[in-house]
């Protein structure tokens, strides 16, 4: 059974700062990987999203890498701006049918 | 650009009544799914859907839920008898031939009350 894990749970960092989300998952098999954003009580936000044949994709400040072999993806944040404030969540198609989450890591960015 | 809707954006019922929360997929898509995230947690998969019939369920998904496409437009999912625990956030996705991106409605949130 797939699981995904998200560390850290919460991250708060002062504006301006570069900072790296993690993402871990059990089962490699999967078909992609996509990093959302989710605002409180709001939807979700597709971010980006890699390939399971791609090492890495690129949107603006945001960086997100993925190996497969180890199960882990990263999602780097360039030059934090107060507006990155918002819970990020990680999660993997698998068997190309359902997305897997994580729990999120609830990011804040002081001014 | 085109984008998954979800109707209503917050519906509140009693403990026992039936809902049915309303989705319009991309127009061109042809595989649908239903998701629920339940305050501070995870989201979860509930059910995908594919010409007409129910292709995976989790877990979660009995008897008390069934999903419908009416028409050529709506994606539905009915809840038969609505519990407390059915209090959530629930999103519609869709995606085309590909199954490569599922991209997600902005979610209806059910309070049961």
């Known amino acids: 059974k797939q699981e995904v894990t998200q560390i850290p749970a919460a991250l708060s960092v002062p504006e301006g700062e570069n900072l790296v989300l993690n993402c871990s998952f059990t089962d490699s098999a999967i078909y992609n990987l996509q990093w959302f954003r989710q605002d409180p009580g709001k939807g979700l936000t597709s971010l980006l999203l890699?390939?399971?044949?791609?090492r890495e994709q690129t949107s603006g400040r945001l960086n997100a890498s993925l190996d497969k072999s180890s199960g882990r993806s990263t999602l780097y944040i360039a030059a934090s701006q107060p507006g990155d404030s918002a819970t990020y969540l990680c999660?993997?198609?698998?068997?190309?049918?359902?997305?897997?989450f994580g729990q999120g890591t609830r990011l804040t960015i002081n001014p | 650009e085109p984008e998954v809707t979800q109707t209503p954006s917050h519906q509140v019922t009693q403990m026992g009544q039936e809902v049915i929360l309303r989705c319009v997929p991309i127009?061109?898509?042809?595989?649908f799914y239903w998701y629920r995230q339940i305050l501070g947690q995870k989201v979860e998969f509930l059910v995908s859907f594919y010409n007409n019939e129910i292709s995976e369920k989790s877990e979660i998904f009995d008897d008390q839920f069934s999903v419908e496409r009416p028409d050529g437009s709506n994606f539905t999912l009915k809840i038969r008898s609505t519990k407390l625990e059915d209090s959530a956030m629930y999103f519609c996705?869709?995606?085309?031939?590909?199954?490569?991106?599922?991209?997600f409605g902005p979610g209806t949130r059910l309070t049961v009350t």
């Open positions: 127009s061109n898509h042809l595989y």
């Open positions: 999660a993997v198609l698998r068997g190309a049918q359902k997305l897997v």
């Open positions: 890699i390939q399971s044949s791609q």
């Open positions: 996705a869709s995606s085309d031939w590909t199954q490569y991106e599922q991209y």
